[in-house]
Every structure is written in structure tokens, then in C-alpha cells.
């Protein structure tokens, strides 16, 4: 057994059965996102204490319902119980039968403990998770952005779209350290007409991936921001030397708070303003968090009223839908 979900009612007794041994979590629904990412950050240290041989069982609240899981607290809970089955294979998480359905019928949660990168969803709003794998950085956002193409946004130029997304892989894959704990959630709300990304790794942390590079920021910044800065990268590789998190920020349409990125206590948000002339310059700002988060969160939404109309040229418009 790696991780098993169950409804809440039926199975509580049972894993006491299994074991008695076990160590206990709730998971409680939380008022805001970075609550319950504050709340996955504790449970994750009280984690150290746990013996290989130990249950590890997780509660979820039955309070939460579907329309609260949004993608950060499913990126963020998929690197809990990876965290978790690295200590211990005996993991359980118990849920309210709606979220437990979901969760294991819908975005078939359980699947991903093992060598299984990704599993389509049913529903097609869910394009589910994606297990971040050094060799399969880029296979994702291609095959993600010729299926939105062929089902969404036909005629609609993807390629900026594509191009955050490789950018965000790459750096996971980089920079991260992760060993194998790093997943993203995409999740397309056609009625606001918005797709919902989250990427989270349970790795080294952006502040010091850069202080074990002897990188210091400027005196003005901090460690987030400056790694969003054209030319400032830890671990260069080819396709992103430098560039990475700049090139993200650069490709994102919207005009307010368009991406956040937690790592360690710093909350980077980056947006942009437009003055009474009409020019657009971006704005920054950085919140110092309570609590240590110790990985990365990028999450941001992006709108698909601002997505260009494809220009095509030639044949060009044959590799459209190409599933790669």
C-alpha cells in the first residue's frame, strides 16, 4: 500500500485495526489559500517524527467540499502525501464521499504514488495533475495546449501560453531539488472564461537555491523577486539559461496581480498598471509570510479573453493538433 483514499466514515476504524501505530493529521478547511498552505507546511514538519514502520493517516474536514479544492490546495496536498509515502508506504487519506469520489475517481489521486507522471481526467474542464519529471519537462504543456487548441481555443495563439509552461517545468526540474515530490494542477473555468494553474514542489526553495550559488540580491529586492530578474539563474541549462521565471512573467496576459510565487516566507506578487496614457508598466511587491515554506508555490490565472488570433502561415497551421 502507498496511498489509499477513503470515505471518512467507513475507514477510520479500520487502519486502527491495521496498526496501532498510527499518526493522525486533520486537514481543516482554511480561510485563505496561503492559511492552508501554512497548515500543509505544519503537518509536513510534525511528519519528522514518524517511523518508517507507522500509518500516517490524513483527515480531511468535512467541511470541504469540491468547489473549495482549488488547484493550490490540490498541488499542495499531492506533495504532502508524497512526502509522506517517502517516509512510510502506509498512507490514508480520508475525505467526506463527494471529495473522496472525486479525488479518487475523478482526478485518480491514488495513481500518481507511483511511476505514473499523468492520468487524463473525465471531466474536461480538469486537465488533472502532472507529475514533474525531469524527462518529460516539456511533453505536458505541448500535449495540454493541442488539446485546449482542439477543444477550447481553436483559431487562438497558444504558443505564450505553451512557452509559461515549459518555462515553469524547466525551472522545477533545474532548480528545485525535489527528488520526485513536485506536481502542477490545471484547472479551465469556462464560465469565467480562466484557466487556474499551480505548480508546487517540496524541494530546496527559491532563497536557498540562490545562497547556495553565492547569488545575492540587489539591495533593494529579495530573493524571489530577484530570481524573476532577466540574466539570474542558479543552474543554467540551455533552454533557460538566465531567462526562466522572467520569461513566465513576460508571456502572461492580465493586468492585475498576474502571478504569485511563494518560496520559504517570501510571497511574491507581480502584476502590471496601466497610467492615465495608457501605458502599461509592471508592478511588484513582496509579502514576508509567518511561516516557512520550505519548496516553492507559482500559481496564477490566465485569461483567455487577452489570447491572440493564431497568424497562420504556410502550412503551418497543420501541427495544430498534433497530440505530442
Known amino acids: 500500500m502507498k496511498v489509499k483514499i477513503r470515505n471518512s466514515i467507513l475507514d477510520s476504524v479500520q487502519l486502527d485495526l491495521l496498526n496501532a501505530m498510527t499518526h493522525y493529521e486533520q486537514i481543516k478547511k482554511s480561510q485563505t489559500l496561503y492559511d492552508w498552505v501554512a497548515q500543509i507546511s505544519d503537518i509536513r514538519s ?7 514502520t507507522d500509518n ?8 470541504i467540499d469540491i468547489p473549495y479544492l482549488q488547484p493550490v490546495h490540490i498541488v499542495t496536498l499531492a506533495c504532502l502525501l508524497a512526502y509522506s509515502i517517502s517516509i512510510t508506504n502506509r498512507v ?28 487524463g481526467a473525465a471531466q474536461p474542464s480538469i486537465f488533472n495533475l502532472w507529475k514533474v519529471d525531469n524527462e518529460q519537462t516539456f511533453g505536458y504543456s505541448h500535449s495540454l495546449s493541442a488539446y485546449l487548441k482542439r477543444s477550447f481555443f481553436k483559431g487562438k495563439d497558444l504558443s505564450a501560453f505553451t512557452n509559461a509552461l515549459n518555462e515553469l517545468y524547466a525551472n522545477v526540474a533545474d532548480h528545485a531539488d525535489a527528488k520526485g515530490i513536485a506536481y502542477s494542477y490545471i484547472h479551465f473555468d469556462e464560465k469565467i472564461g ?7 514542489d517540496f524541494g ?37 539559461a538566465g531567462k526562466g521565471l522572467d520569461d513566465v512573467i513576460s508571456s502572461l496576459p492580465g493586468k492585475y496581480d498576474r502571478l504569485k510565487i511563494l518560496s520559504e516566507n517570501e510571497l511574491f ?23 516557512c515554506f520550505k519548496g516553492t508555490l507559482i500559481h496564477f490565472e490566465y485569461d483567455i479573453s487577452e489570447l491572440e488570433n493564431e497568424e497562420i502561415i504556410g502550412e503551418s497551421d497543420l501541427f495544430n493538433d498534433f497530440d505530442w
Open 204 to 240: 530546496i526553495g527559491i532563497p536557498s537555491c540562490l545562497k547556495k550559488a553565492n547569488i545575492t540580491p540587489a539591495p533593494e529586492c529579495n530573493y524571489v523577486q530577484w530570481a524573476t530578474r532577466l540574466g539570474v539563474s542558479a543552474k543554467s541549462s540551455q533552454h533557460n
Open 269 to 291: 506578487i507581480v502584476g502590471e498598471k496601466i497610467d492615465a496614457n495608457g501605458e502599461c508598466s509592471r508592478i511588484e511587491r513582496t509579502l514576508h509570510q509567518s511561516f
Open 46 to 52: 510534525r511528519l519528522c517524527h514518524v517511523k518508517s
Open 92 to 119: 490514508i487519506l480520508t475525505a467526506g464521499k463527494d471529495v473522496e469520489i472525486f479525488l479518487r475517481e475523478d482526478l485518480h489521486l491514488e495513481q500518481y504514488f507511483s511511476d505514473t507522471p499523468h492520468i
Open 194 to 200: 480562466k484557466i487556474n494553474i499551480a505548480f508546487c
Open 56 to 63: 500516517i493517516q490524513f483527515i480531511l474536514s468535512e467541511d
